[in-house]
């Protein structure tokens, strides 16, 4: 099956600063690459995604840019505010199934 | 639109006893999934269906999970007997299609058993 990995697991940074965060997977066939953000308590929510035909999405704050030689995504959040304090998972599927196997997830700490 | 309804929210129950966990996907969503995330994980997929055919069912430890969406549309996942390791959050998720991957979770039933 899918191995995904991501790092780092926790992540302290400074209002203002940016965060990066990196998840590598197994299956070289894979094509679509989510990050979940999930709030204390919450549902775990799609904030921004990217198919294997392009490098780099952003979305305002947030980007994800995809390298498949080596086969790993990162996500970038810039200027990072209190409320990005959250848990994100990576997530893949792996090639001919429709499901999403899960990061362990990296916990995102923004300090005012 | 609504979004995906779960319930209960919470429960707590002895190890041995049953628990059922109800799921009602978005309007119109043919594709459902039941995932566990315990403290500090990420969701692991337990069973996923298209309308009222499950798809992929191999996580689910078939002793004592089951799971069902007779008419294709709510769902119901239920444990018995259940165990202390079985103490997690229960997410349920829908997409429209099967070859559509975005995920809308519901809120999730944290199970805690005792």
């Known amino acids: 099956g899918e191995n995904v990995e991501q790092h780092p697991s926790t992540l302290s940074v400074q209002e203002g600063d940016s965060a990066v965060i990196k998840c590598t997977y197994s299956?070289?066939?894979?094509?679509?690459f989510p990050w979940y953000k999930q709030e204390l308590g919450k549902r775990p929510q799609l904030i921004i995604d990217?198919?294997?035909?392009?490098g780099e999405k952003k979305d305002q704050r947030i980007a994800v840019t995809l390298n498949k030689t080596a086969k790993h995504f990162s996500l970038h959040i810039t200027e990072t505010q209190p409320e990005d304090s959250a848990v994100y998972f990576c997530?893949?599927?792996?090639?001919?199934?429709?499901?999403?196997?899960f990061g362990k997830g990296t916990m995102l700490l923004v300090s005012p | 639109e609504a979004g995906v309804a779960q319930s209960p929210r919470y429960k707590i129950i002895e190890k041995r006893q049953s628990v059922a966990f109800w799921c009602n996907p978005i309007?119109?969503?043919?594709?459902l999934y039941w995932y566990q995330q315990i403290l500090g994980q990420g969701p692991k997929l337990l069973i996923q269906f298209q309308n009222n055919g499950v798809v992929d069912d191999s996580q689910l430890p078939k002793d004592r999970f089951s799971a069902e969406r007779l008419k294709g549309v709510d769902s119901t996942l239920k444990i018995q007997p259940a165990k202390l390791e079985d103490s997690a959050v229960y997410l349920c998720?829908?997409?429209?299609?099967?070859?559509?991957?975005?995920?809308?979770f519901g809120s999730g039933t944290q199970l805690s058993v005792l």
């Open positions: 309007s119109g969503h043919a594709t």
């Open positions: 299956d070289s066939a894979s094509n679509y």
């Open positions: 997530a893949v599927p792996p090639s001919g199934y429709s499901t999403l196997t």
């Open positions: 990217i198919r294997s035909n392009v």
């Open positions: 998720a829908s997409s429209r299609d099967r070859g559509s991957e975005k995920l809308f």
